[in-house]
């Protein structure tokens, strides 16, 4: 008996951040889209953007076109993972979450973590379904 092999689909767009490592941006698999972390990085200038607010946003609009070049929007996020190197940050990222997401909003974590790359404040990651 053989296992059938699984069929990746690697997502790529400029409108996030080039991989800086060794991932990809997001792989679909069958209508399930891993998408891999982003931070506060200005795709445009691969620079980090400066205060924690900004860097959220700059999270969830790298997050928006990920999902936008699997094909699908946040609203299909089933999954989000938020990374705070100071969670005295999460009541900003609630306000500031709730202008990129709308109800019935995906399932969540939110972690504390002592650092992030490129000296990030703010890292989120999530799972997507479409279809």
Request: proline share 5%; hydrophobic share 45%; charged share 15%.
């Amino acid at each position: 008996m053989t296992t059938p092999s699984i069929t990746k689909e690697i997502i790529q767009t400029n409108g996030a951040p080039a991989a800086i490592g060794t991932y990809s941006q997001a792989v679909k698999v069958g209508n399930t889209v891993y998408l891999s972390g982003q931070i506060g990085l200005d795709p445009a200038t691969m620079q980090m953007v400066e205060s924690i607010e900004a860097q959220i946003h700059r999270v969830f609009s790298n997050l928006k076109a990920v999902t936008e070049a699997a094909g699908g929007s946040l609203s299909d996020v089933v999954k989000l993972n938020i990374y705070l190197t100071d969670l005295t940050h999460f009541v900003l990222v609630n306000t500031i979450m709730a202008e990129y997401f709308t109800q019935p909003y995906p399932a969540r974590a939110a972690v504390g973590v002592a650092s992030l790359p490129r000296a990030a404040l703010v890292e989120a990651d999530g799972v997507m379904v479409i279809g």
